[in-house]
């Protein structure tokens, strides 16, 4: 079966870095996305990773390693607007997104 | 620019009654769409997703159904709600021209069956 797992949940302190792991095993692999979602609202895209490597944009950075079915997402200079969950997607064989159950962040001033 | 817009925004069903959502896009043609069910805490479940009209696939048995009667209108539809269908459900689009093909979200629609 296909599978992506994130820690459910993470506290961090405003100002600090945390760094959020996903961890997938699925049909193929199209590349691995990264979503921001703020409690009851959509899902908007914050990274996309198709090689191995770290993407970096801004305060936030995507890592993906495809041989160990691993990315993790960095967050630094956390804000109290970061409190939100974070959504990983793997893009399988068939093009089709398969999500993780989100981890939710929760920032401390 | 393209916007997606769904409706209602939220609403509050009795078990055994029909359900009717719509989800449109604006600015693009021939997208492929997507509905979404997400549960309290939980990620979001693939429905349906379509690559043009009346092309329909389904990821999960359930009493749900959808129709795509113009190119970019998208309905979920139920003729007799359970109490868990409950959720946010999430109208989604994407074409094959973004390179990363990733996904843009509509506002969703919150669902709770009574």
């Known amino acids: 079966g296909q599978n992506i797992d994130q820690p459910t949940e993470m506290t961090a302190t405003e100002g600090a870095i945390v760094q959020i792991n996903c961890t997938y095993q699925t049909s193929g692999f199209n590349g691995l996305f990264w979503y921001q979602q703020h409690a009851g609202e959509a899902p908007t895209f914050l990274s996309y990773?198709?090689l191995d490597g770290l993407e970096e944009k801004g305060r936030f950075s995507s890592f993906l390693s495809r041989s160990k079915g691993y990315s993790y997402l960095l967050l630094k200079e956390l804000q109290m607007k970061d409190s939100a969950s974070y959504l990983c997607a793997v893009k399988d064989s068939n093009y089709q997104l398969i999500w993780g159950a989100g981890t939710k962040l929760i920032i401390k001033p | 620019s393209q916007t997606i817009h769904q409706w209602p925004a939220t609403l509050v069903q009795p078990v055994g009654s029909p359900l009717s959502l719509e989800c449109t896009v604006e600015g693009t043609s021939n997208p492929n769409l997507y509905w979404y069910r997400q549960a309290a805490g939980r990620g979001l479940q693939l429905l349906f997703y379509?690559?043009?009209?009346?092309?329909i696939s389904s990821e999960v048995p359930q009493n749900l159904s959808a129709s795509r009667p113009q190119d970019r209108q998208f309905i979920l539809s139920s003729k007799k709600l359970l109490l868990s269908d409950s959720g946010f459900y999430l109208c989604?689009?994407?074409?094959?021209?973004?390179?990363?093909?990733?996904?843009?979200f509509g506002p969703g629609t919150r669902l709770t069956v009574t």
């Open positions: 989604a689009w994407n074409t094959r021209k973004d390179r990363t093909y990733e996904q843009y």
């Open positions: 379509s690559v043009g009209i009346g092309q």
């Open positions: 990773n198709v």
